[in-house]
């Protein structure tokens, strides 16, 4: 009886099964929803605001805010460089954890922390846009809006207390828009010294975690909790106006900021040789550190004389001891025409010692090519005494990186006085009626200096510095700066024009310490120049 009933059972099964899916087929098939319709595909204008609320997440930054520009070739470039960045970015991240994991296990008492396997997989970060922000100031701050959906595959083994256990990190996704500032600017590969970045809102983080091959996320309540406790620690660390900074380059040394002083004194020259049709020389002496965009010094003429006695004293500012020189130039002085050069010579500063004065005969020769026979020929020498004093420790910028801070002003600057530094940067859009070869004049209290002449251009950039000596704080003076053009042309109709001048009152430099502003020039369609003034007190 029992055999009978369990054949009877199993065809029962057999036959309610097969019943079961031919009548399930048949209500599939004929019993269809006759009312489900294709989607419709509208524009966007035409969608109302609820929806287009549930699809702006997925809207690139670009779309809904102008401010950020568009970078997909930064994505293309990402994808194709991923597979190499993947390996150069988990070997850098090694070399640095691993010290870090070994000096720290033994707190917790951990026998070892290994890496089994670290890769960030093979789907690259994409940027969804960037901004960029435009300042005064020697820097460059941008803002992507960076979104990664990742496969990484994390894996550290960790043993304590003889028993070992697998930690994993699968499928990772970041959303972030970080702040990214490189500053300051330097004139050295790779253009800035350090990187500044901060979160300007809470991440978005979420990864898969395994212990021991168990997804830990699985366990009621655990997801969000790690969730929140991520995005808080995060943000307390990096969250805008707190930042993480990395040095890249030695800002002192990057920006070259002055180490020293070089006091020269020109004594006399010896044994000339006569320039003029009448038998004699006017000579006189430029003195240039080469490496910098400082005007020459130059000595009084000494008219008619082939030995002549000048004894007169100058001061540079030295930025690079080891590469700089001092050029000593010596010119026959004409009333009319182009004056005569009649031999230089130089001196490397690494060769002076230091707080020592040094006298030094020099043969002045044709050029400083030592292999040109033409210096074997005898023009006369000049003696100078050099005495290079470098900055002591606490003279020195305290705070290099730091582009608005203010120098004090050097030794022998006036009691109640100071020094008034104007740095003119660059113009924009200025414009000549008959030609733009721009340069800026600078007037302050009758006195003018000049800016070197750029041709043929209309946003000229001269990054010249020109500084006044002052007995008193100048809280009622302007300041006059005004962008000239001229032409060489001859016989122009025009051969000097202004593209546009500005007045600017210093009673903020003196109360603030420092300006730097663009400032809009009167006479001019849409010329602009950016001038930076310090007053430096000692």
């Not at 808080?232 to 002192?252: F, G, H, S």
């Not at 300041?479 to 025009?494: K, M, W």
């Amino acid at each position: 009886m029992g055999i009978i009933s369990t054949i009877l059972g199993f065809c029962g099964f057999g036959v309610g099964i097969s019943t079961g899916l031919t009548v399930g087929y048949f209500l599939f098939i004929y019993f269809q929803p006759s009312d489900v319709k294709n989607p419709t595909i509208r524009p966007l204008v035409e969608q109302d605001s609820k929806t287009l609320q549930q699809l702006l997440p997925e809207i690139p930054f670009w779309v809904k805010n102008p401010d950020y520009d568009r970078i997909d070739w930064l994505n293309k470039f990402l994808e194709v460089m991923w597979p190499h960045l993947d390996k150069a970015i988990c070997k850098t991240a090694k070399n640095i954890a691993t010290p870090i994991i070994a000096e720290q296990i033994p707190k917790y008492k951990i026998e070892s922390i290994e890496f089994e396997s670290l890769t960030l997989g093979s789907l690259p970060p994409t940027f969804q846009g960037m901004k960029v922000y435009l300042t005064e100031e020697k820097e460059l701050i941008m803002e992507p809006a960076l979104k990664w959906a990742g496969n990484p595959n994390i894996a550290l083994a960790v043993k304590a207390y003889g028993l070992k256990a697998t930690v994993q990190v699968l499928d990772l996704q970041v959303f972030a828009v970080p702040r990214i500032t490189l500053k300051p600017l330097v004139p050295s590969f790779p253009c800035f010294a350090n990187i500044c970045v901060s979160l300007m809102e809470k991440p978005h983080v979420d990864f898969g975690l395994k212990l021991a091959g168990a997804d830990l996320m699985s366990i009621p309540g655990l997801y969000g909790f790690v969730q929140e406790i991520i995005k808080d620690q995060v943000a307390n660390m990096y969250l805008w106006p707190k930042t993480l900074e990395v040095q890249i380059l030695d800002p002192t040394k990057a920006m070259k900021k002055p180490v020293g002083i070089l006091h020269v004194k020109v004594l006399r020259a010896l044994k000339l040789k006569k320039k003029d049709l009448l038998g004699g020389s006017d000579p006189y002496v430029k003195l240039k550190l080469t490496e910098t965009k400082a005007p020459s010094k130059k000595t009084t003429v000494k008219h008619k004389n082939l030995n002549p006695e000048w004894n007169e004293e100058f001061s540079m500012v030295v930025k690079d001891l080891e590469t700089q020189a001092l050029e000593l130039i010596v010119y026959d002085w004409e009333q009319v025409g182009k004056h005569d050069k009649m031999g230089l010579n130089s001196v490397p500063l690494k060769d002076l010692p230091p707080n020592e004065p040094k006298t030094m005969t020099l043969d002045i020769l044709k050029n400083m090519d030592p292999n040109d026979v033409q210096n074997d020929k005898m023009r006369g020498q000049i003696e100078v005494e050099l005495t290079y004093k470098p900055f002591k420790e606490e003279d020195m910028p305290k705070d290099a990186e730091d582009s608005s801070a203010v120098e004090k002003a050097p030794e022998g600057t006036p009691d109640g006085g100071g020094l008034l530094v104007v740095t003119v940067h660059e113009a924009q859009d200025v414009e000549g009626k008959h030609h733009t070869n721009p340069y800026v004049r600078v007037i302050f209290r009758g006195e003018e200096r000049k800016t070197k002449q750029i041709k043929k251009n209309r946003d000229p950039r001269w990054e010249e510095e020109f500084a006044f000596t002052l007995d008193a704080p100048p809280i009622k003076d302007r300041l006059h700066v005004e962008v000239l053009s001229t032409s060489s042309r001859i016989g122009l109709l025009h051969p000097k024009e202004s593209l546009g001048y500005v007045d600017v009152n210093l009673a903020d430099v003196v109360n603030n310490k420092r300006i730097n502003e663009k400032y809009h020039l009167i006479d001019s369609k849409n010329g602009r120049i950016q001038i930076e003034l310090q007053w430096r007190t000692s």
